[in-house]
């Protein structure tokens, strides 16, 4: 595969002509290296029952990091970690709701936990209480540029409910950003809210309410500590509620809510207050330790070494859960051995290179992002390196390998000039760029991209787009099938379906395109017009 000299343009030395000798090599020989068999064989470790599905915080994930380390140190990656070392420590803190000493009342009636509502947690707070509050309904809780739910309605000092989601006029990034629940607890702070309750308006949703609310009220809620031993973010009464509950509670009838909250999607009226809440929790918290593993491969340019693009991955899984079928294992190996793998090889590929690139990459295996995307909040708040130096993020979680490679749908590249570099690599690789398929997924902000761009650096995710030459091969439906079937079970293992050629393209795709990033003169801009552009926000 001899790649055309002019797609490494991009990559070539800083301004005005250039110098031969400073000029990328050819890439060709080098991405002939990418092996299936290397993917096949760290997936199938990394997701074995050895590890136990790579809980946070318990000897098995301990093992993984050992794992990965180990591979740092065969090919001579740099740590880059703190004090020399390969590992940045963090604390993870859960905190799980004592249902005995927890109530909600609404107009007065003392509802059923689990049954009619669940609470989040507090995650600073042991014990909280909220004496009697009004509470008003504000829409999708949402205060965006061309789309406010808060215009027309005080929320200060109230308890607000909120729909679920997002309304379909905003943009797919946008939609995800603001469907994220943690924006709305950003937002609601912001505006002086006590308390914020989600309600699904879908009916149809509350015969699983029951088991999700017990899933939640076990699992609790998990965040990172800073430095100071408060734990990232304040959550003083999220809850969710169930929408019966909503209609039985509530101090407008039935028919009313329903053509308030129909009123509302349609533009017409928001605000409308629906009684009062009275709220007690008291949380039971617990920590353990974990890390993040940062290595580093530094740049050739005596200028440019000391900016960064960084690779990431997680390394976590969710541990052992549910038996299905006997299996309680839920091993990863999509989600995100995978990751992981290719990870691996894309600093397999750079350590082979004869001329490092300009600029340093850092490779960054994340922890919990199971648990909230909590490794990379931490890595991104106290980052190893200078925050101002981190030029763009490249992340990598569960390719999906099920099916040949032909198209990429790069979530987050649409923003910033990384685009230009996704379209060189899309061309060398023969493949073509879609839009996200699964919009209403969220993709987008549910991964560890997600808190780069928050911190205004350009970031992206390549998934698999839905090209195929089979005309009997309904991607979307495989991977609907996939998820529906494979995605967070123990069914997630290593076997002969991983399509590993796939894997080598994915890594190739991800390669090039930090590659063309490391080289180019200019570090990555957000697009003037892009809502994550930090100049247009509020």
Same mark, same amino acid.
């Given at each position: ?327 309680? %294992? ?15 090889? %894309? ?42 130096? %981190? ?10 390998? %099920? ?136």
């Amino acid at each position: 595969m001899k790649i055309p000299y002019y797609l490494l343009l991009p990559a070539l030395a800083l301004g005005g002509a250039c110098d031969p000798k400073s000029e990328p090599e050819d890439l060709s020989q080098l991405l002939e290296l990418v092996a299936g068999d290397s993917l096949s064989a760290h997936i199938k470790y990394l997701a074995s029952d050895e590890l136990k599905g790579r809980l946070p915080g318990t000897p098995e994930y301990g093992l993984a990091i050992d794992y990965v380390i180990g591979k740092f140190k065969e090919m001579e990656i740099e740590p880059a970690g703190e004090k020399g070392e390969y590992i940045q420590m963090l604390t993870i803190r859960n905190s799980r709701i004592s249902e005995g000493n927890s109530f909600m009342e609404w107009n007065g009636k003392m509802l059923s936990a689990n049954e009619d509502y669940y609470f989040i947690g507090n995650l600073n707070e042991v014990t909280s209480e909220l004496p009697e509050t009004e509470i008003v309904f504000a829409g999708y809780g949402i205060n965006a540029p061309n789309y406010d739910d808060f215009s027309l309605v005080d929320v200060e000092n109230k308890v607000i409910l909120v729909l679920i989601g997002s309304p379909e006029s905003l943009q797919s990034s946008e939609r995800a950003h603001f469907s994220n629940w943690e924006t709305k607890y950003r937002t609601a702070a912001d505006k002086g809210v006590v308390g914020i309750l989600f309600i699904n308006s879908n009916p149809s949703v509350d015969s699983t309410f029951a088991a999700r609310a017990n899933s939640a009220s076990q699992r609790g809620v998990f965040g990172v500590t800073r430095e100071d031993g408060e734990a990232f973010g304040r959550r003083a009464f999220p809850g969710k509620l169930k929408f019966s509950a909503l209609l039985n509670s509530a101090s407008m009838a039935s028919k009313e809510l329903n053509a308030a909250i129909s009123d509302y999607k349609e533009n017409k009226i928001v605000g409308q207050s629906i009684g009062s809440i009275r709220v007690k929790t008291e949380s039971i918290f617990s920590e353990f330790q974990s890390a993040n593993i940062v290595g580093k491969i530094e740049g050739s340019d005596n200028t440019l070494k000391k900016e960064y693009v960084i690779h990431t991955a997680h390394l976590d899984h969710v541990g052992i859960g549910k038996p299905v079928e006997g299996d309680s %294992i839920y091993n990863g190996a999509h989600d995100n051995a995978s990751g992981v793998a290719s990870l691996l090889e %894309i600093a397999r590929l750079y350590q082979s290179l004869e001329r490092k690139p300009k600029r340093s990459i850092l490779f960054v295996m994340v922890t919990a992002e199971e648990m909230g995307l909590l490794g990379s909040d931490y890595f991104t708040t106290y980052p190893t390196v200078p925050i101002e130096s %981190i030029v763009a993020n490249v992340n990598t979680d569960m390719p999906t390998l %099920i099916a040949p490679l032909l198209s990429i749908e790069p979530l987050g590249a649409e923003h910033s000039t990384i685009m230009n570099e996704v379209k060189n690599a899309a061309e060398i690789l023969s493949l073509e760029i879609m839009l996200d398929h699964m919009p209403d997924e969220v993709r987008f902000v549910r991964s560890d991209q997600y808190n780069f761009i928050k911190k205004g650096i350009p970031a992206l995710h390549v998934k698999y787009g839905l090209k195929s030459t089979n005309p009997d091969e309904d991607l979307s439906k495989a991977i609907r099938n996939y998820t529906r079937n494979v995605y967070h079970k123990p069914s997630d293992e290593w076997n002969d379906l991983f399509d590993f050629e796939a894997g080598e393209v994915y890594v190739k795709c991800n390669f090039l395109i930090s590659y063309f990033i490391a080289n180019n003169a200019e570090r990555p801009a957000w697009n003037a017009d892009s809502f994550f552009n930090p100049l247009n926000q509020r």
